[in-house]
């Protein structure tokens, strides 16, 4: 049980910073533009493509610098190219442009790289047992990713904190309103975080697309749970998408090891459910585990309902 | 006098309901004129996606609330649909076939209702991601309640039973087409009608000023709602023929893709007319069971035409069209037509580059031998040599040169129609 | 002593730290033209978005006809007979001039969120609504979308949408704000004759206009109100001229 919990915990850490690394430049980008970014998760996956390409030519530690900024580049592009002449039509016509994004560069991908996982694999280097303890092990290349995800918060505090750009998009989340008039080059601005947002989504997928799996539909898998946290969290807040990311990491992770279903619990009571088959029969028959799946959606359709601020957000919209 | 102004009175409204009589009539006859099995199945499956996409403008172009979770009702009223067919075929119910899919359509109305409650309160994004949700969360249930779902093979039922209205039993596709001929007809009906109703009406209130709305006595959650279950009804008789003319449903019926496919559909057709939705189902539908036997990459193409529309055409085809009417009724058409043909030729030719692009890249990485020859418009090349390659690009660059080129004249042509039409009215 | 219709009884509210409203009583007699009025950033508008419940107040009592509506949606008070109009331009701007008049007969009409009845098939509701057209002059207008009216028409249009429902009483919000001369000696006769038999509540900074309308005004200074009197008892009023007119005298 100690094992379990101990496991459990770094995974739940190191998939929790991965979903930050993530929702953290949607966040950005939605407080800043008021942008839903759709294809936010479609970046995490070309950034997993760029980095497989990179590191079968060149190396593993070339990729790590270069996939971010190929994605970043391509983030820019999108949004000097496409999302600003949308920008005139409204909110609904920018996120049906990135859902089209999204669409197309899920194809792209297909188009390129096939429809199978490619064999994108962790640097050998880092491809040992670091320790092991009570029998967990405990690899080198999770405590590289949990380094990488510390460090980038690092960077990414600092560069909120300390920096001009960084005090601009401070601003601008808490009174975004007011962007406009801060005197500065606001489509600039805007470029540059989202480039940024999907700079953070491509470096994610360079250090997880190894770690789980590169094939195209891990912009589907992943995206809509991107969507949750920053829900769950708040929207347009940064510690809210930390908090909430760490949250549903630990909700996806824990719900795995608990097989117990309710007809598990009616027979600690003394009842034996019956055997009757339908839709009760699957009800009482659903592990915990099993709901897996379907617990962040759950937890997120709640949270508009009762909390449609997130738990730390203070914007309605 | 007086009969003669009667009979002027008459005379639109004769004209009109001739003109209703012979589309129906038209598509009564369609499979008679086309006998082929695959132009049957594509006019069962025409039939289904326009009363889905009509339902889902319901929500997007009247209602202002863009859904990326509509395929979930389609999906529950086809589940719905072929439990009552299965309880048919073993007698426990005598439900004639024609009316199943009323069954299908009330299943997913009472599920719009409740979600439609939860998720309405404000429109635009929060209504978005809540409805990607649900959506998200339907599809992960279908998977760990198998006795309703079906688990991954999903639920299968025979259509064909004796216990039906008309003289029909609907062994043959042909059978089913009336069938889905029929429901279109209705459902498209009564969708024109309640786009003229109080409801319809302040759905598009809602949509413009949610604020204005609430000062004139409406609660916009509530409109919304009910608009929201009306909608998942109609996407619920959509999902029941789907389940009648397949004989089986899956998950997928209601997955995000799905939610994906009919809000791409309907926005290509346009959601400002009503008739646009109408366009994008025929239009995609044919193009998606055509292009799916001629190529892989369809649903990369479909992909970039929903780009090239919310970029350059934000009203659909429907919208380009409409956008025709007056410079028509001016009789100023022809001053575009020339730098139309301009832009076209140009045009083609940076579509044919990317055709052969995209192709020969499906060939390289999807193909089991990319050494193999493939063959493009009848043509035999080889995707791993060089001249494919450069004429594409040489295509492409050429192309969007000279497209670029026909666009300012495009341009330059619609600012003197415009400029004409000003002076033709004063 | 006349019929009060409408009354507030402490009415507070603040955002955040700030206190915009401090503590009003207000009582609106049936049938009468009351004037609110104050220098900027009194709390005018705020006051009519308490009343019409745009926003939720933080404390204090309003009554409607003698119902408290303190804790109702704005929908529900409207219906109760109190119908707004905004300082900024609020229409249906995709929709036609005759269908934002229509819209706004609906409810008051009875057909709530009918989807079994057909609007143009409604005699009498289209026959009001062409009424209201006549009334707000735009009757040759009818078919125009109505964004893309001329901005004083679009006003106009504002208030047609405000009395279309027969409501009892009428907050208007700046109406004529941003008008010219002429236009605006329009609107207070326009707004006089579709008022009649009525009760109104008007935000106006014109002077002109108020002491022309008004039966009674009340003064709003920093959130509360200082005095509420007949036009000539105001304008000698000495609080009054201090806090205001003394300032900005007309």
Redesign the interface.
Known sequence: MLEFILLSCINTLIYGLLLFMLSSGLTLIFGLMNVLNFAHASFYMLGAYFAYEVSTHIGFWPALVFAPLGVGLVGIFIERYGLRSVHKYGHVAELLFTFGVFYVVNELVILIWGRNPVAYKIPEMLDFTLMSAMGTEFSAYRAFMLLISVSMFAVLFFAITRTRLGLIIQAALTHPDMVGSLGHNVPLVFMYVFGGGAALAGLAGVIGGNYLITEPAMALNLGPIVFVVVVVGGMGSLTGAFVASLLIAALQTFAVGFEVSLSDLLALWGVSAPDAGGFFHDLLRIEISHTRGMMPYLFMVLMLVFKPKGLMGTREE | MKDNTAASAMRPFVVKSLAILAVVAIILLLPQIFQTRFAQSLLNQIGIAVIFALSYNMLLGQGGMLSFGHAVFYGLGGFMAIHTLKMVNNGVVPIPTELVPLIGGAFSCIFGLIFGLISTRRAAIPFALITLGIGELIASCALIFPSFFGGEEGVSANRWTDVTLSPLNFGRAGEVYLLIAAWMLVCVFLMYLLTRTPLGRMANAVRDNPERARFIGYNPHMVRTIQFSLSAFFAGIAGSLFAINFEIITAHALGMMASADVLMMTYIGGVGHFFGPILGAVLVTFLQLVLANITHAWLLYFGLLFMCMVLWAPNGISGLIMLHEPVWKAGLFKKLLPSYGRALVPGLVLFLGVIILVEINYHLSLSTNPESPMSLFGIEISAQSAPPWIASLLLMTVGFLFFRKAAFQVRDAWDEVTRRMRKGEH | MPETILSLKGIHKNFGESEIITGVDLDVFRGERHAIIGPNGAGKSTLFNLV???YPVSEGRMELKGHDITKL???RI??RGL??S?QTT??????SVF?NI???L???MG??????????RKKALNDRSRMVLEQIGMADRALMPAGALSYADQRFLEIG??IA?GAEIILLDEPTAGMSRHEIERTVNFIREVTEGKTLVIVEHDMGVVFDLADRISVLVYGQIIATDSPEAIKKNEKVREAYLGKEAV
């Open positions: 019409s419940g745009l949606a704005p929908h409207n219906r119908s707004r905004f609020n229409i249906f701007p995709k929709m269908e229509r819209c706004a609906l409810w008051p057909f709530g969120h009918s989807f079994w009845h057909l609007c143009e949408i405000t429902g």
